[in-house]
């Protein structure tokens, strides 16, 4: 057992940072993701590889809603890729997704729900902006908690 | 020819006719067909639920009968239900497609194709965008009505969002060449919005063949009823639009409204009827063409069609009799209810722009008639009408010091005429 201990604290502490810098390491399995709410205020975050972008923002308390829980049902994780390079970079969306999109309140060209874009590789450093609003007739402001 | 059984008669804005018109004029409107009748009337008198009510039978039966009418018009043009949208119809169609397409691409798209001959309601959405600052493209016809399809291919830009071009013109009844046109949209990748609105169920349209991206359809063109039509809009590739009226999402957030049941039952219907006997109606209604145009000529010289006869509905006939002013043709006409021009021209006092468009000379457009026949037309009607047009017409001219002119040889256009 000694001398497991001695081959990890010799491999964590001397072997694994000469191979990958930290920041490598994140993102071997976690990318960069900014969201931009409706009143232009920054939030960035870490999302891992493979996590949806209506998780991430769960996660890390970011007020997108997503009534139906990502099960392409509702418009209410609708968010914008600011960058259409970033957008081009994501997978045509299916047609069960462009059909809820059509429903979302100001929709864009480089709109998608957050529940279909993937966290990967590529998408290191996407911005994705809120919409000023959703479905939802709440005019006195009311936000739904996230379920 | 004068008023016959005093009972018979009719007198409205000062004139006395002997009954009601003939008519003519199914550029218009048409008539309901009794088939379409039938099927709508349940749906005011006993099932008359709200279609997006989800909770009792009345709302689902309902909703069943507009899907069901969906269904009808996709078939008409080879759509699937999920690419057709209720509206009131074809003006406000037409003003989802060029105002709702521009504005929902307005960072990336600032330009727009359209032709001069188009409805009111395109021309005028078109103006509207200018005044919001995009760019608009009015392509002018040859003499025959058709645009020239190089010209229009050289007009569009990186930055153009939409071509709009009529299938069918309601003035002249020519057919723009759809296939060529949404082969080279395509090939631009350019949406190509087409108003329908005459060519339902008139001429055979499937929406993928021609490359159609967007279709305006009227429902009271082809025997259905008024205030309803669709709007076609793709969805592969998708095209998205702004929609012009908010509120419940109804129609998937594009229409917003109530979806009239009873009356959109009645387009389904009509649709069907259409799909089923149009060519029959087309045989019928190029025979009665024929003979109405046939009547005419051989008794009064000096007809001239306005707009080519090879490409053409035949349910649209559009004459200029030259030497004949318009409006007292028309008022000799009182027994055949025809137009000059537009029913949306008549209002306003200037000539058809769509006759200037083809290069018709002022006095021309202004004696034109259009005649409209249809399912419901008969033998008969035609060979009155023809017989009280020829009457009129060679009455007027035995009147008119420009027809006693010109037969004796003076070229009327190199007159001077003096002011008063």
Redesign the interface.
Known sequence: MGSACFWFLNFYHFVLPLAISINDWNLLCRISVTFVDKDGDETVINVPIGMSMLEAAHENDIELEGACEGSLACSTCHVIVTDVDYYNKLEDPE?EE??ML??AFG?T?TSRLGCQVIASPELDGIRLALPAAT?NFAVDGHVPKPH | LAAEEEDDSITIKGVRISGRPLYLDMQATTPVDPRVLDAMLPFYLSRYGNPHSRTHLYGWESDAAVEEARARVARLIGADP?EIFFTSGATECNNIAVKGVMH??R??RRHVITTQTEHKCVLDSCRYLQQEGFEVTYLPVRPDGLIDVAQLADAIRPDTGLVSVMAVNNEIGVVQPLEEIGRICREKGVPFHTDAAQALGKIPIDVNQMGIGLMSLSAHKIYGPKGVGALYLR??P?I?VEPQMSGG?QE???RSGTVPTPIVVGFGAACEIAAKEMDYDERRVSALQQRLLDGIRSKVDDVVINGSMEHRYAGNLNLSFAYVEGESLLMGLKEVAVSSGSACTSASLEPSYVLRALGVDEDMAHTSIRFGIGRFTTEEEVDRATELTVHQVLKLREMSPLYEMAKAGIDIKSIQWSQH
């Open positions: 047609d462009n059909d059509d429903l929709l060209e479905r | 999920r929902f691409y960072d990336r969805r592969r998708r998205r999402g998937r957030g594009i």
